[in-house]
């Protein structure tokens, strides 16, 4: 039996069984799901298991980057982005079978007690490339409004 991650951190994780579950009717929303994606790293020599949860609600974001969009909608572009293919369908999850992703997780109060919660899923095809010293140096000047040498007219 593998043992759950109890920490805050991030977390390089494999995805195995993803599956849909229904939630419970809510408000008289009967149409509630959630994709289960178990997370299994290794720590140490020892397996880890995290599970993260994108649910697929109609509640709709009132503010930040995603104002105007449904839970639902934010979810789907998540799982997108983590390797289910285009078009979205629902029948795919199993093609999340073995992606490997990072797992943001954060410790949350939950009646009364602390427990780990994925709160950000990351595709590594999104992770930053190295950016070479000379080039870094080129779009600092830029940043900083310093002329790079060819823009000395001498």
Known sequence: MEKRISQAGTYHVTIRNPHWTKLEEKDGDACRMAAVLPGFCTIKGEEYEII???????????????????????SKENLLDIGMPEP?????IKCLEGVEVKF???ME???????PKVQFINSLKRQDKELP???ASRI???IAGNPTDK???F
């Open 52 to 74: 993260a949860e994108q649910y697929f609600l109609r509640t709709i974001y009132a503010s930040g980057k995603n104002a105007g969009k449904t839970m639902a909608e934010i």
């Open 88 to 92: 979205f369908n629902p029948t795919d």
């Open 133 to 135: 010293s000379d080039e």
């Open 109 to 115: 109060d939950y009646k009364g007690k602390s427990r």
């Open 104 to 106: 943001v997780v954060e």
């Open 140 to 142: 600092w000047n830029e």
């Open 151 to 153: 823009d000395i007219p």
